[in-house]
């Protein structure tokens, strides 16, 4: 099972769809990307908690279908 952290992090349901969810992580990536926001280091950390989160629920959604 998985954490519902990493969804809240997204902004999304643990229902949503995974093309709901990509949305979000994109937007909310490009919204923190470091070079957007002139190498802040707060942005920086912000930004890795998203990727993460995102790549989390990818691999366990992938993982799920099998």
């Known amino acids: 099972m998985i954490s519902n952290n990493v969804y809240k992090i997204l ?6 769809d995974m093309s709901v969810i ?3 992580f994109r937007k ?3 919204k923190y ?3 957007k ?7 920086k950390k912000i930004f890795l908690r998203i990727k993460l989160a995102y790549e989390h629920i990818k691999d366990y959604r992938k993982n799920e279908q099998y």
């Open 28 to 30: 909310l990536a490009s």
């Open 22 to 24: 990509k949305v979000a």
């Open 37 to 43: 926001n002139n190498d802040s280091d707060e942005s």
């Open 33 to 35: 990307h470091p070079d």
């Open 11 to 16: 902004g999304v349901s643990s229902s949503d």
